[in-house]
């Protein structure tokens, strides 16, 4: 048998070293197999992306230019909206999108984007490996690409469906270039909750544009395509802070970054803005696009009545400017969360510019997102009694119509009005009285009933008709439905459209109507629509406006105020020492430069406003809860008082304040009057005041009669007839009508007594009582004229109403004089009288005094 030789390999190892024939065709074979088998997918999915069509969003690669971009008056950026799209989005060219979030974007979600097709098979099998050795998801494997893909065209997550995907992802590459498919995922994926586009999310989150984004919030965005709902910081920060940590990380690992670059972005926090953020006036938008803000506020309607749709404008520039509408959204949320354990849940503020009416800032509600609070509503548009914030037109019409002055003495007293629902009896916020006030003093107070017993004085027709000449058109019911109570704000207003009659005040009583929108460019040829929405086509009647609308606004410029009379009210609004009996000082009122304002709160503590004005701006504020819920006692000085300053302080920053114009000395004079009675004073007024008067009411002043100078026995404190020099003193004393009589005797004010001093000789008059004064009247202080009343037949004790008269001093016995009998009263000169079914006549006489007027009254 032949040795083998240890050097020569066997048959064995020289087939396998030299493989014959057969073999090599075997291996060929195989080879074959293989790559049949590896290249045919790609093949299939090759032949499935040339029968995919490019979606029509790719193919129009521009179509976002049919958005409607919105300005400022800056031109700063506000938000961009698609037509018929509710997510926040804005378009951002990939070249003004910086270079961190195009880096950050890469390491976190396809760090290879620049060399694959669209597809990466590396990735798919590390997914695939680490699915089979972990069995479960630890790493995606799709790309931007495909992500694009998805978005754009949402499959099912079944093996189809990512077939399909692929396929659409092949077919994007092969039409777009990696800068253009760059571009379409960072405006088209969601990085948030309703935020598409990573522009909208970084104005959202960070209230900046992208390119001015740090690293580390660069980081943070381009982790959240990944779960939009997982990373919303807005529900905490710390699931997003690790993943930035770990995107951060990817981008130091792919050389994206440097290692002090990395270091310094993991150190920095992720600072969200302000709650208030996002993309600026959402409720603004709204309206202007809505057309709710009335003819000429915003972009001009197609037709009589029409609203301005969307997709008419390719840019809106609004009035609005951008850092001050900041500052208030988050002066507003504040507001609102410091008042939260008071059961306040909104607010709304509004600023306009008086020169134009051009509105500065909006805020609608304290947050739109805010579902508990229906932040969706716009307060700024909502329909809420104003309160007391109407008392400044009714005084006004009263100086214009009834020849009132800053120095009328007003009754403030127990009074009741007659109402087709029964007496009406207003009470002051104080729960109290305070006698005869001049009109200065009653409307910088706010005192209620002198307001009322102005407004009675009026008639309700007259009032309503002046505040719907200054724009307050929802006032829209009869007069006689308000009745006197419109003077406190019992009917409903907008918040816009009384922050423009204050805006009209500010104007010495010029009409203007607001605007939101300065200027927009149409989509379509200019011929088809205006250019800008300038004050002249704003004005224009007809083609643009609601012909009823027509007939209730006025002209812009028209006069609606007296001039004179306007500039007085001012002056009172303005006036810090005024409100000083109501509102004490350091109130919300008190700024350091001159403001005129108004404060005003509903009946049940349900709104409270705000509202007044520097000679450049108008700031408006409610605070309340859109359900119409109670607050807990806030009042308008407490609530939208403390906001009304602060955004008051905001629009200084923006429209330096300055003094208001001195009065016009051609119109207006400065005179001296008695303080109490607000008449030309004499030797007996102890305190004096300078009040404003119009040029033709000052020479017409008559002397004081409130304040007189009587002779007192001081033996007794009784009235001196003819007793000798050394037993009498002179006393000034002060002397009332029969309206304010009762009230004097109650607050203890310094009355001249009834009664002569027995010790001296008689006085002159009637036996033993003094005069009354001259033109003294008595007066029914109750019922009221037209007063009803109705029998309760269920109730078998007797009913009555107590009939009482004013009486002034000096009388010391009156007649009331029901349906022709007398029945003589002494004080407090009220006499209790049981109801007789009918109608009813009564007056009050007295010796020594003018008969009252006769009333008449009925019982049912």
């Given at each position: 048998m032949r040795a083998r030789s240890p050097e020569g390999p066997g048959r064995a190892g020289r087939w396998l070293a030299r493989p014959g024939p057969r073999a090599r065709r075997i291996l060929r074979r195989a080879a074959q197999i293989a790559v049949a088998l590896a290249v045919a997918p790609w093949l299939l999915l090759a032949a499935l992306a040339a029968l995919t069509p490019l979606p029509p969003e790719l193919g129009a690669p521009e179509d976002h230019a049919v958005s409607t971009v919105l300005l400022d008056r800056h031109g700063t950026v506000l938000r961009e909206l698609r037509a018929g799209d509710g997510a926040r989005a804005r378009w951002l060219p990939l070249s003004e999108a910086g270079d961190r979030i195009q880096r950050a974007l890469l390491a976190a979600e396809d760090k290879r984007?620049?060399?694959?097709?669209?597809?990466?098979?590396?990735?798919?099998?590390?997914?695939?490996?680490?699915?089979?050795?972990?069995?479960?998801?630890?790493?995606?494997?799709?790309?931007?690409?495909?992500?694009?893909?998805?978005?754009?065209?949402?499959?099912?997550?079944?093996?189809?469906?990512?077939?399909?995907?692929?396929?659409?992802?092949?077919?994007?590459?092969?039409?777009?270039?990696?800068?253009?498919?760059?571009?379409?995922?960072?405006?088209?994926?969601?990085?948030?909750?309703?935020?598409?586009?990573?522009?909208?999310?970084?104005?959202?989150?960070?209230?900046?544009?992208?390119?001015?984004?740090?690293?580390?919030?660069?980081?943070?965005?381009?982790?959240?395509p990944r779960g939009p709902a997982l990373y919303d910081p807005r529900r905490g920060t710390g699931p997003l802070e690790r993943r930035r940590n770990r995107v951060l990380d990817r981008m130091l690992a792919a050389g994206l970054a440097g290692e002090a670059e990395v270091a310094r972005a993991r150190a920095e926090p992720i600072a969200l803005a302000p709650k208030g953020g996002g993309l600026g006036a959402p409720h603004l938008v709204r309206a202007v696009l809505g057309g709710a803000l009335g003819p000429g506020a915003g972009l001009p309607a197609e037709g009589p009545g029409a609203a301005p749709p969307r997709g008419r404008a390719t840019s809106i520039t609004l009035t609005i400017d951008r850092g001050l509408q900041r500052e208030i959204e988050v002066l507003a949320h504040q507001t609102v969360r410091g008042l939260s354990d008071r059961d306040v849940g909104a607010a709304a503020v509004v600023v306009i510019e008086n020169a134009t009416g051009e509105i500065l800032a909006y805020v609608g509600s304290h947050d739109i997102d805010d579902a508990a609070g229906l932040g969706h509503n716009d307060g700024v548009l909502a329909l809420r009694q104003p309160g007391s914030a109407l008392k400044p037109f009714v005084y006004e019409l009263a100086m214009e119509q009834l020849g009132f002055t800053a120095a009328t003495v007003l009754p403030d007293v127990e009074l009741s009005f007659p109402t087709a629902d029964g007496n009406y009896a207003p009470r002051n916020y104080d729960g109290r009285f305070h006698g005869p006030v001049r009109l200065r003093d009653a409307l910088a107070n706010s005192y209620n009933v002198p307001a009322v017993w102005a407004a009675a004085a009026l008639g309700p027709e007259r009032v309503i008709a002046r505040l719907r000449e200054l724009g307050l058109r929802s006032l829209d019911r009869e007069p006689s439905r308000y009745g006197v109570a419109i003077a406190l704000g019992d009917g409903e207003v907008r918040l816009v459209d009384l922050a423009n009659a204050y805006a009209t005040l500010a104007r010495g009583g010029l009409y203007l109507p607001v605007r939101a929108v300065r200027s927009f460019a149409p989509s379509s040829p200019p011929s088809a629509s205006p250019q800008a929405a300038s004050p002249a086509s704003s004005a224009r009647r007809g083609r643009d406006e609601p012909a009823e609308l027509s007939a209730v606004l006025p002209e812009p410029g028209a006069r609606v105020l007296d001039a004179a009379r306007a500039r007085v009210i001012v002056d009172i609004l303005a006036d810090d020492r005024a409100r000083l009996a109501s509102f004490g000082e350091g109130n919300a009122l008190d700024l350091p430069f001159p403001v005129a304002a108004k404060t005003g709160t509903s009946k049940g503590f349900r709104d409270n406003i705000a509202v007044g004005f520097t000679p450049d701006v108008t700031v408006a504020v409610w605070v309340g809860n859109f359900d119409g819920s109670p607050m807990g006692g806030v009042s308008g000085i407490t609530g939208a008082g403390p906001l009304f300053r602060d955004a008051m302080l905001a629009a200084a920053r923006v429209r330096p304040p300055r003094p208001f114009d001195p009065p016009d000395p051609e119109q207006l004079a400065e005179v001296e009057v008695c303080a109490l009675s607000g008449m030309r004073p004499t030797a007996a007024c102890p305190h004096r005041r300078h009040e404003l008067l119009p040029r033709g009411d000052a020479p017409a002043l008559s002397p004081c009669d409130m304040h007189e100078t009587v002779r007192i026995d001081r033996r007794n404190g009784l009235r001196a007839g003819a007793c000798p020099d050394a037993t009498v003193e002179e006393r000034v004393v002060e002397r009332y009508d029969a309206e304010l009589t009762a009230w004097a005797r109650a607050a203890g004010r310094p009355l001249a007594p009834d009664a002569a001093s027995p010790l001296c000789g008689a006085l002159p008059g009637p036996p033993g009582a003094p005069p009354a004064g001259a033109g003294a009247r008595v007066r029914v202080a109750y019922p009221p004229d037209g007063a009803r009343f109705v029998l309760d037949p269920s109730i078998n004790s007797l009913q009555a109403i107590r009939l009482r008269a004013d009486v002034p001093p000096g009388v010391p016995r009156v007649r009331f004089v029901l349906d022709g009998r007398p029945i003589e009263v002494g004080p407090p000169f009220a006499l209790d009288w049981p109801l007789v079914a009918g109608a009813h006549r009564l007056r009050v006489d007295a010796d020594g005094a003018a008969a009252s007027e006769e009333i008449a009254f009925s019982v049912e």
């Open positions: 984007f620049a060399r694959h097709p669209g597809v990466d098979p590396i990735a798919i099998a590390r997914a695939v490996g680490q699915l089979a050795a972990e069995r479960r998801v630890v790493s995606g494997g799709s790309t931007i690409t495909q992500q694009l893909a998805r978005t754009l065209v949402p499959r099912p997550r079944t093996a189809r469906g990512k077939l399909g995907e692929a396929a659409l992802a092949l077919r994007i590459e092969a039409s777009l270039s990696k800068r253009e498919i760059l571009e379409q995922y960072l405006n088209r994926v969601a990085f948030g909750p309703g935020l598409r586009g990573v522009e909208a999310a970084s104005r959202f989150y960070f209230d900046k544009p992208t390119r001015d984004l740090s690293l580390a919030e660069a980081a943070a965005l381009a982790s959240m």
